[in-house]
Nanobody
Framework: QVQLEESGGGLVQDGGSLRLSCTASERPSNIYNMGWFRQAPGKEREFVAS????????YYTGSVKGRFTISRDAAKSTVYLQMNTLKAEDTAVYYC??????????WGQGTQVTVFS
C-alpha cells in the first residue's frame, strides 16, 4: 500500500493562492500518474488535475483551467498543485491520488482548503 503525505491546505481569502504538496512512498519508476481530487460538503468527490509521470502530461477539470497548475518532482515522487485566484467554490477537502504503473492506486488522507470572502 502506497502512503501519501499531503501538506499545504489552509484558510485563504478570495483571490488568494495556496500550494498543495503530496509525496508518495513509492519509487518514481513505479508511478504511472498522480493527481488531485476534491470533495466539497454535500457533494461527490471530483477530479481536479493529474500529471503523467514519464511525460509530464497534464489534465485539468474545466473549472480550474488557467488558475491551477499541477507539476511534479519525479525523482522525489512528489506532486504539487499551485492554486491561484481561488474562489469560494474551490472550498473542499483536497485528496492526492496515485496510480501505480503495474496496477493499484492509493489515496491521501485529504487536506482542507477553505476560501473566504
Amino acid at each position: 500500500q502506497v502512503q501519501l503525505e499531503e501538506s499545504g491546505g489552509g484558510l485563504v481569502q478570495d483571490g488568494g493562492s495556496l500550494r498543495l504538496s503530496c509525496t508518495a512512498s513509492e519509487r518514481p519508476s513505479n508511478i504511472y500518474n498522480m493527481g488531485w481530487f476534491r470533495q466539497a460538503p454535500g457533494k461527490e468527490r471530483e477530479f481536479v488535475a493529474s500529471i503523467s509521470w514519464s511525460a509530464g502530461s497534464t489534465y485539468y477539470t474545466g473549472s480550474v483551467k488557467g488558475r491551477f497548475t499541477i507539476s511534479r518532482d519525479a525523482a522525489k515522487s512528489t506532486v504539487y498543485l499551485q492554486m491561484n485566484t481561488l474562489k469560494a467554490e474551490d472550498t473542499a477537502v483536497y485528496y492526492c491520488h496515485v496510480n501505480k504503473l503495474l496496477g493499484g492506486d492509493s489515496w491521501g488522507q485529504g487536506t482542507q482548503v477553505t476560501v473566504f470572502s
